[in-house]
């Protein structure tokens, strides 16, 4: 009996189905939390609002590299760390420029922010255990919400902290922070995807 191939492209709808929910959760996210980092001058929502940003576009990136080649999916590997490369560094600026600005962080509104983007990221990591050891990706969307859990934990200390001592130091330190551990992420993502790349040319020669 011949495999009409109807199991694995179900199983290709009903992941998709998933990033197209992730990315729909967190385009909301982003909205909702850089509205509320800019309120409650908080660069640690900032930050995390443009983590979500980033994953929101690596989860459209991957939606468009579904059906394509091995060198598409990396250059759109690519794409997606190099973005999160230039927020990372964006964020670090915002950090600087509230120091010397001076800025008072709201920390119950931190904290409840932080704790929704948690709720959402957590569920988020769980649709999407099965990208894990996908291919690289889908891995970068796997990668982008396990930095967001991190985020949005270290977000809530920060907003129990800056309650506790009433001083903006420990949000501009989680939001610095949270920025150089998306850069180093987004290290990650591009070396894979350059190793994705040399994978396929090496392939491609030898054939």
Known sequence: MSDCGCHAEARNQAQRRIVRIALALNAAMFVIGLVAGVLAQSMGLVADALDMLADASAYGIALLAWHRGARFKASAATLSGSLLLVLGFSAIAGVLWRWLMGSHPEGAWMMAIA?????????????????????????????????????????????LLVLAFEHSAPDLIIGAAIALYVIKEAWQILREARQARQATASVQTGS
Do not use: K, P, Q, Y
Request: glycine share 6%; charged share 20%; net charge positive.
């Open 115 to 159: 704790c929704l983007s948690l709720l959402v990221n957590a569920t988020v990591l769980r649709l999407l255990g099965r990208f894990r050891e996908g291919e690289v990706h889908l891995r970068a969307t796997w990668l982008f919400t396990r930095v967001d859990v991190i985020a949005n934990m270290a977000v809530i200390v920060s907003g």
